[in-house]
């Protein structure tokens, strides 16, 4: 299995920036859908935003206009800049990717309502999966 390498996690201030990143050891993610997704203490696993390689985005609606998700193929690391970080947004962050397709056409995400009511990316078709990185965001 493909291995992803989250970083950039840590302690900030509300209203403080942080910018993740997910690096691919091997793999080549070019036609893959790739995603962020988080979970809180004691909460399930939440969609936070998508990319795929045509360059369709999907945000959760908690954070849209407050974060930014893209990739560089080049490197074959995606991003996640974070701005506006609110108590609410501490959380473990993963990364997360499907396989590529058979026909190397590119593999679109999907997104859903989850538990709390708000759109956001899902990840049923998520294959590969990072270790986490732990944001806290202190009031």
């Known amino acids: 299995q493909e291995q992803l390498v989250e970083s950039g996690g840590g302690s900030v201030q509300a209203g403080g920036s942080l910018r993740l990143s997910c690096a691919a050891s091997t793999y080549n993610y070019m036609t893959s859908c790739m995603g962020w997704f988080r979970q809180a203490p004691g909460k399930g696993r939440e969609g936070v935003a998508s990319i795929d390689s045509t360059g369709r985005i999907i945000y959760a609606d908690s954070v849209k206009g407050r974060f930014t998700i893209y990739k560089d193929n080049v490197k074959n690391t995606l991003y996640l800049q974070m701005s506006s970080l609110q108590p609410h947004d501490t959380a473990t962050y993963y990364c997360?990717?499907?396989?590529?397709?058979?026909?190397?056409?590119?593999?679109?995400?999907?997104?859903?309502?989850?538990?709390?009511?708000?759109?956001?990316?899902?990840?049923?078709?998520?294959?590969?999966w990072g270790q986490g990185t732990l944001v806290t965001i202190a009031s």
């Open positions: 997360a990717a499907t396989g590529a397709s058979v026909s190397g056409a590119s593999v679109s995400c999907r997104g859903g309502f989850g538990p709390s009511g708000g759109y956001g990316p899902i990840d049923d078709d998520m294959r590969d």
